[in-house]
């Protein structure tokens, strides 16, 4: 069993990602935009593409074009490392903590083809 790994989108707030980096620093994780990543302004598509080849959790705020494009992608049969949606306006602590927990809770192969929202 392996630890879930998560590729960011441009869409979730930074203040999530660094508070999720302060209280795990040995989490594995990207974020669009940062160097060596995806930039800025990348096509969901490619962003979407990259978490699949790199079995990467995707996590994003884009609910009106990333969730249509994942939920498609699986009703044609293929495969994901899973998708979280990140609630807009939720409390940047609340966030950050329920993806921690889901770091430290389940394994990768809980996230195969599953879409879920945070926070709960």
């Known amino acids: 069993m392996s630890r879930v790994s998560f590729l960011f989108d ?7 990602i660094v508070f999720l980096r302060g209280a795990e620093p040995a989490i594995d994780l990207v974020v669009v935009g940062e160097p060596g990543m995806l930039p800025k302004g990348t096509p969901d598509r490619v962003v979407y593409e990259t978490a699949v080849a790199q079995k990467r959790t995707l996590v994003s705020g884009d609910r009106s074009t990333m969730e249509p494009l994942v939920a498609a992608d699986l009703s044609a049969g293929n495969h994901n490392s899973g998708a979280i949606f990140v609630r807009r306006n939720a409390p940047v602590a609340r966030t950050a903590g329920d993806l921690h927990l889901i770091w430290v809770c389940e394994t990768a192969e809980d996230w195969v083809d599953r879409i879920d929202f945070v926070p709960y």
């Open 10 to 16: 441009e869409d979730v707030s930074h203040d999530v």
